[in-house]
């Protein structure tokens, strides 16, 4: 993709600057809006920082949600060799720079406003986990939100948390520098608890009503907040934050689930409006004057040059956007004056103050009383020079349409098209075809029917893959590629620890690394003591890791029956590893010889997340005894591929020749042999799962 760096549109604001680098709005040589990000030259000096992003972007590639703007590409740039992150353009204010605004102008963020883009984040951020189990976020924060002019909250630039972890910086300078917040836990590797505590902050900034800043410690809430919102409201945030010594959240599935608890619940029109109406006074603009809005020239002209991230139509559509809503529908607070709207002849104001003897305004009425001479505008007549400016827009719009439908209609009449896939091993590799970058591996896109030359390039390895669609086909390559110099596999391993009950302080080899449940990332290869305290009891495991290969850890703190007497054990054998639960409770996994459990009768799941593999067994337990369970192991499909052609045997044993769909194998992981009479043999390793077919491709051509 070509972009036209650093040419930004006439009517953008000034760039939006912070710890990660500049931002800017520029156009592709199709006309699209995108947004740059222009990386600090520090970041993208390191060589692992570019790898990881790289590596975030192809993950993420099919990823789709309505509250996350895509990730087009990451670039350099030629000129200048900054490294680039190119998205999608949103359209909006960046959700510091309200903040930033309300604090400066001391405009008050009351608790429905608040809530309303809370609530988007929490479902934005567990859309994430659901979606992408095995992909933490990272880096969420006022500074990667966007709210556009209808208060629509959108979270940007998705790829920077992997990267971050490539910098191992301090936890307290990834908040100085970036103001990304981390757990008190956090050593070398992000993890779930990091996303739900930076939605727990950006929602104390939101109820706070300013942006959080490098001095601010999260270690704990400031007083003065727990008496500026409901207790529930409190408590909330101070799980999400990771403050409560028991009972903090784990992950944002957990804050969502407690959300409608602690905030209520939702009352959308409400919170609605009073978001809109906070926007349009931090931008600026009057709602107390009638007729404010409706022309350019009634709004502030200096407005904009104190905000960065903001152009003179975002600030005019948020007010629009507002007094539409409100001439949408009556008030629920006020059917009467619904029912009976002001003429615009009228010269009496059906909405005028209250006498000087009538009592203060709670903050509601006050609320209600904006809404009032917010609804008086709408009823006023058009200013001189409207009428032209709406058949002229209306004429606009006519054309824009017209064009849209020669484009679509061209496009129904252009070629055919097929699609093409292509992975590697390790993922992440850059991919050129016919001339152009498409993008890292794995990779899925539309091509033209007919040949193309797809290029796979590493700073050890170039290879040229000639490729032929054909419409309404498809293909897909998989490529064994050398380990990137950046990418080399580490000697360390992860170390999961839980226990039960939860809470327990974890020091390893005498170093305190948190409370249960905790991941220890940076542990090298050999035999590690793990101590483990809570006042349900204590104790002290060996653990012996193995290189680059993670480990789990549960212990019961709880007081042990006596062998023999009330108490027995469960042993799994399954081809691959897998995990037992007992009512959404862990037990153990197969890597664990005997996991005990009390007597009597269980109902277990058995499952591997990773293959899609799930099975419930009932199994009784007697005192004293070793009770064996064999998981019954299922089978999935994989497609098989190579060019020209080729004999294939998979684990050793003869499966046929190519091209070979949907041949069933038990899940897991399976080595496959290519064999050609004249151009040799190839061996390629593949994970087959039991939710959707594996595909393997090669060219034996290729070197």
Same mark, same amino acid.
């Given at each position: 993709?070509?972009?036209?760096?650093?040419?930004?549109?006439?009517?953008?604001?000034?760039?939006?600057?912070?710890?990660?680098?500049?931002?800017?709005?520029?156009?592709?040589?199709?006309?699209?809006?995108?947004?740059?990000?222009?990386?600090?030259?520090?970041?993208?000096?390191?060589?692992?920082?570019?790898?990881?992003?790289?590596?975030?972007?192809?993950?993420?590639?099919?990823?789709?949600?309505?509250? @996350?703007?895509?990730?087009?590409?990451?670039?350099?740039?030629?000129?200048?060799?900054?490294?680039?992150?190119?998205?999608?353009?949103?359209?909006?204010?960046?959700?510091?720079?309200?903040?930033?605004?309300?604090?400066?102008?001391?405009?008050?963020?009351?608790?429905?406003?608040?809530?309303?883009?809370?609530? &988007?984040?929490?479902?934005?951020?567990?859309?994430?986990?659901?979606?992408?189990?095995?992909?933490?976020?990272?880096?969420?924060? +006022?500074?990667?939100?966007?709210?556009?002019?209808?208060?629509?909250?959108?979270?940007?630039?998705?790829?920077?948390?992997?990267?971050?972890? &490539?910098?191992?910086?301090?936890? %307290?300078?990834?908040?100085? $520098?970036?103001?990304?917040?981390?757990?008190?836990?956090?050593?070398?590797?992000?993890?779930?608890?990091?996303?739900?505590?930076?939605?727990?902050?950006?929602?104390?900034?939101?109820?706070?009503?300013?942006?959080?800043?490098?001095?601010? &410690?999260?270690?704990?809430?400031?007083?003065?907040?727990?008496?500026?919102?409901?207790?529930?409201?409190?408590?909330?945030?101070?799980?999400?934050?990771?403050?409560?010594?028991?009972?903090?959240?784990?992950?944002?599935?957990?804050?969502?689930?407690?959300?409608?608890?602690? @905030?209520?619940?939702?009352?959308?029109?409400?919170?609605?409006?009073?978001?809109?109406?906070?926007?349009?006074?931090?931008?600026?603009?009057?709602?107390?004057?009638?007729?404010?809005?409706?022309?350019?020239?009634?709004?502030?002209? $200096?407005?904009?040059?104190?905000?960065?991230?903001?152009?003179?139509?975002?600030?005019?559509?948020?007010?629009?956007?507002?007094?539409?809503?409100?001439?949408?529908?009556?008030?629920?607070?006020?059917?009467? $004056?619904?029912?009976?709207?002001?003429?615009?002849?009228?010269?009496?104001?059906? @909405?005028?103050?209250?006498?000087?003897?009538?009592?203060?305004?709670?903050?509601?009425?006050?609320?209600?009383?904006?809404?009032?001479?917010?609804?008086?505008?709408?009823?006023?007549?058009?200013?001189?020079?409207?009428?032209?400016?709406?058949?002229?827009?209306?004429?606009?719009?006519?054309?824009?349409?017209?064009?849209?439908?020669?484009?679509?209609?061209?496009?129904?009449?252009?070629?055919?098209?097929?699609?093409?896939?292509?992975?590697?091993?390790?993922?992440?590799?850059?991919?050129?075809?016919?001339?152009?970058?498409?993008?890292?591996?794995?990779?899925?896109?539309?091509?033209?029917?007919?040949?193309?030359?797809?290029?796979?390039?590493?700073?050890?390895?170039?290879?040229?893959?000639?490729?032929?669609?054909?419409?309404?086909?498809?293909?897909?390559?998989?490529?064994?590629?050398?380990?990137?110099?950046?990418?080399?596999?580490?000697?360390?391993?992860?170390?999961?620890?839980?226990?039960?009950?939860?809470?327990?302080?974890?020091?390893?080899?005498?170093?305190?690394?948190?409370?249960?449940?905790?991941?220890?990332?940076?542990?090298? +290869?050999?035999?590690?003591?793990?101590?483990?305290?809570?006042?349900?009891?204590?104790?002290?495991?060996?653990?012996?890791? $193995?290189?680059?290969?993670?480990?789990?850890?549960?212990? =019961?703190?709880? +007081?042990?029956?006596?062998?023999?007497?009330?108490?027995?054990?469960?042993?799994?054998?399954? =081809?691959?590893?897998? %995990?037992?639960?007992?009512?959404?409770?862990?037990?153990?996994?197969?890597?664990?010889?005997?996991?005990?459990?009390?007597?009597?009768?269980?109902?277990?799941?058995?499952?591997?997340?990773?293959?899609?593999?799930?099975?419930?067994?009932?199994?009784?337990?007697?005192?004293?005894?070793?009770?064996?369970?064999?998981?019954?192991?299922?089978?999935?499909?994989?497609?098989?591929?190579?060019?020209?052609?080729?004999?294939?045997?998979?684990?050793?044993?003869?499966?046929?020749?190519?091209?070979?769909?949907?041949?069933?194998?038990?899940?897991? %992981?399976?080595?496959?042999?290519?064999?050609?009479?004249?151009?040799?043999?190839?061996?390629?390793?593949?994970?087959?799962?039991?939710?959707?077919?594996?595909?393997?491709?090669?060219?034996?051509?290729?070197?």
């Amino acid at each position: 993709m070509e972009t036209a760096v650093g040419e930004p549109f006439a009517q953008a604001a000034q760039p939006f600057v912070d710890g990660f680098g500049e931002r800017r709005v520029t156009i592709d040589i199709r006309g699209e809006r995108l947004d740059i990000l222009r990386l600090k030259a520090a970041l993208g000096g390191v060589p692992s920082f570019e790898s990881a992003l790289r590596e975030r972007a192809g993950r993420i590639a099919g990823f789709r949600h309505e509250s @996350f703007s895509r990730v087009r590409a990451i670039e350099i740039e030629k000129a200048t060799g900054t490294l680039l992150v190119v998205s999608d353009h949103v359209r909006g204010v960046r959700l510091s720079t309200l903040l930033v605004a309300a604090e400066k102008r001391s405009v008050t963020m009351d608790l429905p406003a608040a809530t309303r883009l809370i609530r &988007q984040l929490v479902h934005a951020a567990s859309a994430w986990r659901e979606q992408m189990p095995d992909s933490v976020h990272g880096a969420i924060g +006022p500074d990667r939100i966007m709210v556009t002019p209808d208060g629509r909250l959108v979270v940007v630039e998705t790829v920077l948390g992997s990267a971050l972890e &490539q910098l191992r910086y301090s936890r %307290q300078r990834y908040w100085e $520098e970036f103001g990304v917040p981390l757990p008190a836990t956090f050593t070398l590797t992000v993890n779930s608890r990091a996303d739900v505590l930076q939605v727990g902050a950006v929602a104390l900034a939101l109820l706070l009503g300013r942006r959080l800043t490098s001095s601010d &410690q999260l270690d704990a809430i400031p007083p003065a907040f727990s008496d500026r919102v409901p207790s529930a409201v409190s408590l909330w945030i101070s799980r999400a934050m990771q403050l409560e010594p028991v009972g903090s959240f784990t992950s944002v599935l957990d804050a969502r689930a407690a959300m409608d608890q602690a @905030f209520g619940e939702p009352d959308i029109v409400e919170e609605q409006d009073s978001l809109l109406l906070f926007m349009a006074r931090c931008l600026a603009l009057d709602v107390d004057t009638p007729g404010a809005g409706d022309d350019e020239t009634n709004l502030p002209r $200096e407005a904009s040059d104190d905000l960065p991230d903001v152009d003179l139509g975002t600030r005019i559509d948020a007010l629009r956007a507002f007094l539409a809503r409100r001439s949408a529908r009556p008030s629920p607070a006020e059917p009467e $004056e619904a029912d009976h709207p002001p003429s615009p002849s009228d010269p009496t104001d059906e @909405f005028s103050p209250e006498l000087p003897s009538a009592p203060a305004p709670t903050p509601t009425a006050t609320v209600h009383q904006e809404r009032r001479r917010t609804l008086g505008v709408i009823g006023a007549p058009l200013p001189a020079g409207w009428t032209r400016r709406l058949w002229l827009a209306a004429a606009a719009i006519l054309t824009i349409g017209v064009v849209i439908a020669v484009i679509l209609f061209g496009r129904s009449r252009g070629p055919a098209m097929g699609r093409f896939s292509i992975d590697t091993r390790p993922a992440g590799i850059a991919i050129t075809i016919d001339g152009m970058p498409r993008g890292v591996t794995p990779l899925t896109l539309d091509l033209p029917a007919g040949e193309h030359v797809v290029e796979v390039l590493t700073e050890t390895e170039h290879r040229k893959i000639p490729v032929t669609i054909r419409g309404g086909s498809d293909s897909s390559q998989f490529l064994e590629m050398a380990a990137l110099p950046s990418a080399a596999a580490t000697t360390s391993a992860e170390l999961r620890i839980r226990t039960e009950p939860l809470g327990a302080a974890v020091t390893v080899d005498g170093r305190y690394v948190g409370r249960t449940p905790v991941s220890v990332s940076d542990l090298d +290869p050999g035999p590690h003591t793990v101590v483990l305290k809570h006042e349900a009891g204590s104790a002290t495991e060996q653990v012996l890791m $193995e290189a680059g290969k993670g480990s789990s850890l549960f212990v =019961p703190l709880a +007081p042990r029956p006596t062998p023999g007497s009330a108490a027995g054990w469960i042993t799994i054998k399954a =081809p691959a590893d897998v %995990q037992l639960f007992e009512d959404g409770r862990f037990l153990g996994s197969s890597r664990i010889d005997r996991i005990m459990v009390p007597t009597g009768r269980h109902e277990l799941d058995i499952i591997n997340d990773a293959l899609g593999f799930q099975e419930r067994r009932v199994v009784q337990v007697t005192p004293g005894q070793v009770t064996s369970i064999s998981a019954n192991w299922p089978t999935g499909t994989v497609s098989i591929n190579a060019q020209p052609w080729a004999q294939v045997f998979i684990d050793g044993m003869p499966l046929g020749e190519t091209p070979i769909a949907n041949a069933r194998v038990p899940i897991g %992981q399976h080595e496959i042999l290519f064999r050609h009479p004249q151009l040799g043999e190839r061996r390629q390793s593949v994970t087959v799962t039991a939710r959707e077919t594996a595909k393997v491709g090669i060219d034996l051509r290729s070197k």
